[in-house]
């Protein structure tokens, strides 16, 4: 990996990590401590807390598109591609019990103005528009808002995920089908 952005990328996983275990009380001289950098280096790549923020953020997109986004072909049905969205938001949110935390925490506690925070996941609700749209126009889904079902499969998934964590639960297959089967059958034609 490249030094630089292995050094950018230490910062915005030890800011996240700090998030995580302390909200936003955690400081650039603890987020640089974590990060094994200097406090001038974390300035160097975010000229303030605000900016480091951003880039906990712009991170977190990149993570979703990566786990979330699929280009399909045409061969694919549009109930495939959605139950494949279902199936890889359950994965994401339930691979790294960090990443699920800080997801929660940044979409109930906004660190940045709402329009920042809607430009920096475009990417993904443009992705998760797109699919849901799509798959509606064909029939596919129910006539509901392609927002709002985007919304509760996101929403409903990150949720239930927490609450199992919370009490400690496995996520067995069978469990994690008749969550996705929920979700699947909320906005299903």
Request: glycine content about 6%; charged content about 25%.
């Amino acid at each position: 990996m490249d030094h630089v952005v292995d050094k950018r990328e230490r910062i915005l996983a030890a800011a996240s990590n700090l998030i995580v275990k302390n909200g936003l009380q955690c400081s650039m001289v603890e987020i640089a401590q974590v990060a094994g950098v200097a406090t001038g280096t974390v300035y160097l790549y975010f000229k303030s807390k605000e900016d480091l923020i951003r880039g906990v953020y712009g991170r977190l997109t990149e993570q979703a598109l990566a786990a979330l986004v699929v280009e399909h072909g045409p061969d694919v049905s549009h109930e495939a591609r959605i139950r494949r969205y279902i199936d890889d938001y359950i994965t994401f949110i339930w691979a790294d019990s960090d990443r699920a935390i800080l997801f929660e925490y940044l979409s109930n506690v906004p660190l940045i103005p709402a329009e920042d925070l809607r430009k920096l996941f475009a990417p993904v609700t443009a992705y998760t528009t797109r699919l849901v749209t799509e798959a509606r126009a064909v029939g596919v889904l129910r006539d509901l808002p392609v927002s709002d079902m985007g919304g509760f499969i996101g929403g409903g998934i990150r949720n239930t995920l927490k609450w199992r964590r919370v009490d400690g639960s496995t996520l067995l297959p069978a469990e994690r089908a008749a969550i996705a089967e929920m979700c699947w059958s909320a906005i299903a034609a």
